[in-house]
């Protein structure tokens, strides 16, 4: 069966500092992979979507950036944090269908 | 570009029947789906409807009419582990069909 793992569950980082989440996917192969960003109390912002290694679609200009190393490793990074940049990153994989994504556990990430 | 609209927050008191709504807007139209989440928790699935009409899973359903852009998920016999957050998510944008979240309905189930 498939499993997604997002690591850490919580983070807090000072201003300024570098970032990186990581996002693997066992059990599939060539995934549809996603990063969104979720506010307190909001809904889900896309942020990165990648459909190959090296392919990587931006969805909003910000101090972050993703790459995908391997077919099944995502990874969002930045280089300087930014208190704007708090929240729960989720990671999720789709197959080509995109009809159903599947969630990691998230990253609580605090800036301060 | 994409926006989806849903009811900020609903409630509701057990053995009840509630529904979600969703209208959307979206650069190419691939399907709708529905998805639970409770608090701290990551988006489960719940479902997808490509086509118009209402897809029945268990206790929920859900209907799309894509002439009307519109949407809903209808949960019935209320339960109090109901209470989280339900977010429609289209699948649009680029032929691949990225998925696009609206910003979440808050249900709150009584005793």
């Known amino acids: 069966s498939q499993t997604i793992h997002q690591w850490p569950a919580t983070l807090v980082q000072p201003v300024g500092s570098p970032l990186s989440l990581e996002c693997t996917v066992e059990g599939t192969s060539n995934p549809n992979l996603y990063w969104y960003r979720q506010a307190a109390g909001r809904g889900l912002q896309l942020l990165f979507y990648s459909v190959g290694i090296g392919q990587i679609s931006s969805e909003v200009p910000q101090n972050l950036s993703a790459s995908r190393p391997q077919d099944r490793q995502f990874i969002l990074s930045s280089k300087k944090l930014l208190l704007s940049d708090s929240g729960f990153y989720l990671c999720?994989?789709?197959?080509?269908?995109?009809?159903?994504?599947?969630f990691g556990q998230g990253t609580r990430l605090t800036v301060v | 570009g994409q926006s989806l609209e849903q009811p900020s927050e609903v409630t509701a008191v057990e053995g009840a029947i509630v529904q979600i709504n969703c209208t959307y807007q979206?650069?190419?139209?691939?399907?709708l789906s529905w998805y639970q989440q409770h608090d701290g928790g990551a988006p489960t699935f719940l479902s997808y409807?490509?086509?118009?009409g209402l897809e029945e899973t268990g206790r929920f359903s859900s209907f799309l009419s894509r002439s009307d852009s519109y949407g809903y998920l209808l949960l019935q016999e209320l339960q109090m582990k109901d209470s989280a957050s339900y977010f429609c998510?289209?699948?649009?944008?680029?032929?691949?069909?990225?998925?696009?979240f609206g910003r979440g309905t808050q249900l709150t189930v009584w005793p």
């Open positions: 409807n490509a086509l118009d």
């Open positions: 979206t650069s190419g139209f691939y399907g």
């Open positions: 999720a994989w789709g197959d080509s269908m995109n009809t159903e994504a599947f």
């Open positions: 998510a289209v699948r649009g944008g680029s032929t691949l069909g990225r998925l696009y």
